[in-house]
T-cell receptor
Framework: KQEVTQIPAALSVPEGENLVLNCSFT??????LQWFRQDPGKGLTSLLL?????REQTSGRLNASLDKSSGRSTLYIAASQPGDSATYLC?????????FGQGTRLTINP | EADIYQTPRYLVIGTGKKITLECSQT?????MYWYQQDPGMELHLIHY???????EKGDLSSESTVSRIRTEHFPLTLESARPSHTSQYLC?????????????FGPGTRLLVL
């Protein structure tokens, strides 16, 4: 069964800190892996997409890594800001579908 | 910015009513999807479509039905709503561009069945 697990389920840190969100998946035969952001009452916004042949992707203060052999991905957020507060979802792309984790609810305290 | 819309955004309705959740996209994407998300839980695919007149059931069994008569519309219908249908419903669309395929999500519809 294809499962995606995100740890921690919730994280609260002071503004300015660097932080890492973790995602693990059971089936390593992936096409790609995406990190999404979900704000309360809103849809999902794609942050980064990593192809299965890639090791990492960067966008601004965000860096996502992928280790397909060990079934892990991390999302690194540098110099966190209160506006980064949201739920971050990891989604693993397989043929014909995306499998989502339960998300990490991130709170950045001013 | 993705152009995918869902209406209504919020719906409170009584048991037994028929409801249709609308989803439309203006990007010309062939593929569209419906996900169900309970609070604090992961998204589960309930329906998808690869084009006009194509609909398939997803991983999570759902009593809802969908139709794809036009490329830009992918409505979801519940013939008789029940409290167990209370959830958030997210619509998405995608198009493959080379090796990449990114799903774009609508804002979601929060459904409460009393």
């Amino acid at each position: 069964k294809q499962e995606v697990t995100q740890i921690p389920a919730a994280l609260s840190v002071p503004e300015g800190e660097n932080l890492v969100l973790n995602c693990s998946f059971t089936d390593s035969a992936i096409y790609n892996l995406q990190w999404f952001r979900q704000d309360p009452g809103k849809g999902l916004t794609s942050l980064l997409l990593i192809q299965s042949s890639q090791r990492e992707q960067t966008s601004g203060r965000l860096n996502a890594s992928l280790d397909k052999s060990s079934g892990r991905s991390t999302l690194y957020i540098a110099a966190s800001q209160p506006g980064d507060s949201a739920t971050y979802l990891c989604a693993v792309g397989y043929p014909q579908k995306l499998v989502f984790g339960q998300g990490t609810r991130l709170t950045i305290n001013p | 910015e993705a152009d995918i819309y869902q209406t209504p955004r919020y719906l409170v309705i009584g048991t037994g009513k028929k409801i249709t959740l609308e989803c439309s996209q203006t990007m010309g994407h062939d593929k569209m999807y419906w996900y169900q998300q309970d609070p604090g839980m992961e998204l589960h695919l309930i329906h998808y479509s690869y084009g006009v007149n194509s609909t398939e059931k997803g991983d999570l069994s759902s009593e809802s039905t969908v139709s794809r008569i036009r490329t830009e519309h992918f409505p979801l219908t519940l013939e008789s709503a029940r409290p167990s249908h209370t959830s958030q419903y997210l619509c998405a669309s995608s198009r493959r561009e080379g090796l990449q395929e990114t799903q774009y999500f609508g804002p979601g519809t929060r459904l409460l069945v009393l």
